[in-house]
């Protein structure tokens, strides 16, 4: 009986699919099973046929309906281990799988997949270019040392050509892929055998055979990052109906270097686009912590409740509920943490207020002392300069640099703003009250105190963490060896914090990777969505440059963002009870859905739209388990973190995006105003982003000056 196996580009065509194709597929898997060898090559209705002028000759597809075929890998070495690598339509079938070639990877032994066809055309051209090039990439390796490496004979002519990073970047779709993740390492600046060492040797298996094989089994068995084997019709159901969630958690080849790097000499940072895989990459750290020894004790953290929710629940599918494992990692919030620390050393739990609270003291301060600055300007002295530099008295102040603060301030002006803060804490204090960051800064001094309580310390979301909260992280573990491991992204950055990790005693320099495969969502909906931050610079995790997108890319291809305007609210909701009939319809799950806004009023309005119209809703607030059925809605800022097979934005309105309560007028602090402003773009960013593979945007009335047109 013939085996099946699935290579990942399956699973990225068979996500998208509509609800009777899928079904298509799981009916012609299922009786691609029940035939003998001999029997597929026969039956009519897979049709399993060869196709004509393939650069591989083991290249067939096979009849999923009328209009779509499975596109499979055949072995010729009677194995009987057929590879499913695609579903495409009819039409395109052939002349896909024909340009593929599918070799054995000479150093990692794994099978990996090129456009021959594309390198062969391209080549030519780029060698005539490359020869007036002063330099080339990769002039600096010999031959021999990019063979040792794994680069065969065509990959290496091509490789030849490359001049410079963007370059290789623009040829990463073409390539073999282990192929081109050695070559994205050497462009960094990585070594040689660093590269065999993270690279090579990690995905080469210890039973390796000493020369590379063509059979196609075992090409398969040391393909297991990228390929999955099924031995029997119970699995191949299981796998087939598999909930999207759970797919989540898989490891891409370019992400397991940094995950399952034995050691790092100290803190190490992962950034990367949305959808590359950052959090994914995050919990197989702490998997890779928890498995060097049974006493290390790993802290899990991350902004909010939410995000720290979904951290919980993903890592519980990729340690398969192991319970031992599981209480060895404390998964929560920064803050949630801090209070807890605070209530555990400090004898008495804090009662935190919240922003609008905080809001009204300044405000009463303010008019008590007749200052000439606005609550908010004081707020945010107080958060940026204060609380950021742990300041702990007048003269601290007037030594603090204040990058970021756009309104200079003499030694005068500090000395007359100083009476506002220590008014603000004193009628804090009076009232048994304190903001989340003074909580922070409690706990960072009592854990300095104390001693570190965590073997390591892996943080997810970290753009959006204030210094306060990074000191509380950074007294948490011993520093040494694997004592944070932090992923952000700073396009996402939707709070306004801003950090030097350097200062705060957290150095990556040499131990920081950047993600730029994006996994997640289709190429269309990224290139619309990376629109809405193209005119701004955005600063790097860590508080040292400029950070870029430059090489971020997506792998996956789809539909074209809807984005469309109405002519009332009314209408707005009732397109989008529409269009989420017709997601339905199609076979993605109300629980594969997400939908945002700016606005609570909105959402309470949309939610009663779908809830009359029989479709399940439910809030992300409520926290909703995986089996939670239901169309998910939340705010913009609520999204974070989260995914969705679809996601429709609504009410993106001049007024809502960006919300003028929420920017700092420029004559009063022109650079602030410059960072709210880029705030209220990575709001909107973080939000489309959340689609997988089908995005909405819409508005009633003047659409936000932010959004792209529509490509």
Known sequence: MPQLAFANSFWESYDVLEKPVKAGVRKAMAKFQQLTVPELHTDKGLHLESVDKARDPRMRTIRINDFWRGVVLAPDDGSGVFLLINVVPHDDAYTWAAKRLYTVNTATRALEVRNVVAIEQLTPALEKAAAAAPVRLFAQHSDTVLKHLGIDEQVLRAVRTVVDKPQLEAFGTLLPEDQFEVLQYLAEGFGPEEVYRDVVAMRRPADATPEPTENLAVAIANTSSRITLVTGPDELTDILDKPFAAWRVFLHPSQRRVAYRVSYGGPAQITGGPGTGKTVVALHRVKHLLSRSPDTRVLLTTYTNALAAALRENLALLLDGDEEQL???????VNAYAHRIVTELGGRAPAPIGDWDERQVWQ???????????????????????????????????????????????????????PAVEMFTAELRARGAVTHLQVCAEAARLLGEAGARHDHVVVDEAQDLHPAQWRVLRAAVAPGPDDLFITGDPHQRIYDSRVSLASLGISVKGRTS????????????????????APTPVEDLGGEGNDSLAGYRSLLHGRRPHVAGHGSEHAEIAALVERIQGWVAQGIRPAEIGVCARFNVLLDKVHDRLADSGLPVVRVKDQPGPDTNGVRIATMHAMKGLEFRAVAVLGMTASAVPFAREITPAEVDALQHETDMLRERCLLFVACTRAREALT???????????PAAG
Do not use: C
């Open 327 to 333: 209480a060895r990692v404390d998964v929560t919030t």
């Open 364 to 418: 009463r301060v303010r008019k008590r002392l007749d200052l000439p600055w606005t609550e908010q300007f004081l707020a945010q002295e107080y958060r940026h300069v204060v609380l950021a530099h742990g300041l702990r008295d007048l003269n601290d102040y007037l030594a603090a640099a204040r990058p970021g603060r756009g309104t200079p301030l003499s030694p005068g002006r500090r000395k007359l703003l100083w």
């Open 697 to 707: 945007v819409s508005w009633s009335g003047t659409a936000s000056a932010f959004l």
């Open 514 to 533: 950047r993600l730029r495969i994006n996994y997640r969502s289709t190429e269309e909906i990224l290139a619309w969505s990376t629109g809405i931050l």
